[in-house]
C-alpha cells in the first residue's frame, strides 16, 4: 500500500510564491504516474499538473506558465512549483499516485491573500 505525504501549503500574498512537496512510500514511484489536483471550497476537484513516469508534463490551463511539476525519484517525491499566485489558487492541494491503482495523499492547504 501506497502512502502519500504532501508539505510545503500555508498562506502567501497574491504574487508570491509556495512549493508543494508529497513524499511517497513503497517502490513503484519512478513507474507511476504523479499529479497534483486542488479543491476550491464549493467546487470540485481539478487536475492542476500531471507528471509520467518519463517526465512528461501537462498543466491546467489556469496554472500554464506559473507552475512547474517535478520529480525527484531518488527520493521519492514529486513537487509543484508554484509562482505568481492569485487567490483563485486557493484551496486543498492533493498529490495522486496513479499505477495499477490510485493513491490520494491527505490534502494540504494553499490560501491566497489579496
Not at 505525504?5 to 497574491?14: D, F, I, N, R, T
Not at 486542488?38 to 499538473?49: D, I, M, N, T, Y
Not at 517525491?77 to 499516485?97: A, F, I, R
Amino acid at each position: 500500500q501506497v502512502h502519500l505525504v504532501e508539505s510545503g501549503g500555508g498562506l502567501v500574498q497574491a504574487g508570491g510564491t509556495l512549493r508543494l512537496s508529497c513524499a511517497a512510500s513503497g517502490s513503484i514511484f519512478s513507474r507511476a504516474v504523479m499529479g497534483w489536483y486542488r479543491q476550491a471550497p464549493g467546487k470540485q476537484r481539478e487536475l492542476v499538473a500531471v507528471i509520467t513516469s518519463t517526465s512528461n508534463t501537462n498543466y491546467a490551463d489556469s496554472v500554464k506558465g506559473r507552475f512547474t511539476i517535478s520529480r525527484d525519484n531518488a527520493k521519492n517525491t514529486v513537487y509543484l512549483q508554484m509562482n505568481s499566485l492569485k487567490p483563485e489558487d486557493t484551496g486543498v492541494y492533493y498529490c495522486n499516485l496513479k499505477f495499477v491503482g490510485v493513491a490520494w495523499g491527505q490534502g494540504i492547504q494553499v490560501t491566497v491573500s489579496s
